[in-house]
């Protein structure tokens, strides 16, 4: 009988010190759909665990192993019963804290979360595949101009469709009754609204700008006049505004987004606006102070040029954007 005691006495010694703390320290990473005995697996090759099997068993009958949460960890090797706890819910996975700035492009978007080793591969894919995603209001095909420049945080096992949820769900906060109120009584429906203030975006930062810029081009739509705004065709070719080159032939290619060669707004959005464009599209500047339309604009020297005609456009051109200041 005392051998039976002492026997049993030394197992449970060395079962309590597999299952014990090992002082090790580590990054784990627990995937979606995890089992017990995958994430006891992780857990043993980081130095974390003795015993991975030992651990599984303990999981499955405390009930635990259901109750696991995914995600990147960092973790001390303090003992089974801590480390299952942490794993369940007692200490919240890693995250990361990631900017999408006003203007920018899908790709660009992707671009940034490849950066901070997210998928931005398959981000760039559901933009233009969205299938069930894709919002009521959204008349293209990819969801260019509906992703919510903000800073947004992410587990870092967020999936493409994670990011493009929380986006999507930003965007709406920006559709309020009394925006919807405005989209009614200016005639634009929200795919229009988007195209036009992504075009305002690319154009100019400032909202004191963005507000007439907004006016010039909702002026232009009015008469029929073509929008001729350059970061449409910068768009049309993947290029960035100071790539365009007029002696290339840039400006004649025959794209649906080359507001110089087809009129009205293009077929969707040109990047992601920001919320300033998004009201300065609502509450445009459309007219001078004696109530004439603004229809030309141009930015030179630091400042933002309007006109009323063609000729006053030409000859301010001249004196302020090709002659020496």
Avoid: C
């Amino acid at each position: 009988m005392v051998v039976f005691f002492l026997t049993f006495a030394l197992l449970l010694s060395y079962a309590l010190w597999l299952l014990g703390p090992t002082g090790a320290e580590a990054l784990v990473r627990i995937p979606r759909g995890a089992t017990g005995a995958e994430a006891a697996r992780l857990l043993e090759e980081a130095g974390l665990l003795r015993s991975a099997y030992l651990f599984t068993v303990y999981l499955r009958f405390s009930g635990q192993a259901r109750r696991l949460v995914p995600g990147v960890y960092r973790l001390r090797g303090e003992g089974a019963f801590r480390l299952a706890r942490a794993l369940t819910g007692g200490q919240r996975p890693l995250t990361l804290t990631l900017t999408f700035p006003e203007g920018e492009r899908a790709v660009d978007y992707a671009q940034r979360l490849s950066q901070v080793g997210l998928d931005g591969e398959g981000f760039l894919r559901l933009v233009r595949n969205p299938a069930s995603l894709r919002p009521p209001y959204v008349e293209g095909d990819t969801l260019e101009g509906y992703l919510f420049p903000a800073t947004y945080t992410f587990d870092l096992l967020a999936e493409p469709e994670e990011v493009v949820r929380a986006m999507l769900r930003r965007f709406e906060q920006e559709l309020t009754p009394p925006v919807r109120r405005l989209l009614e009584e200016r005639g634009l429906s929200v795919h229009a609204w988007v195209t036009l203030a992504s075009i305002v975006q690319a154009e100019t930062g400032d909202p004191w700008e963005m507000a007439r810029v907004a006016g010039v081009f909702l002026n232009r739509l009015e008469r029929g006049m073509p929008l001729q705004a350059d970061p449409t065709v910068a768009y049309a070719l993947g290029k960035r505004l100071p790539e365009l080159s007029r002696t290339a032939g840039d400006f004649a290619v025959d794209s649906p987004y080359n507001t110089y060669r087809y009129g009205g707004l293009p077929p969707g959005p040109i990047g992601n606006p920001g919320q300033e464009a998004l009201l300065a599209v609502l509450n445009p500047v459309r007219t001078d102070e004696e109530g004439r339309p603004y229809l030309f604009f141009f930015h030179a020297r630091g400042r933002l040029f309007l006109n009323l005609d063609f000729e006053g456009h030409l000859r301010d051109l001249a004196r302020y954007r090709y002659s020496p200041p």
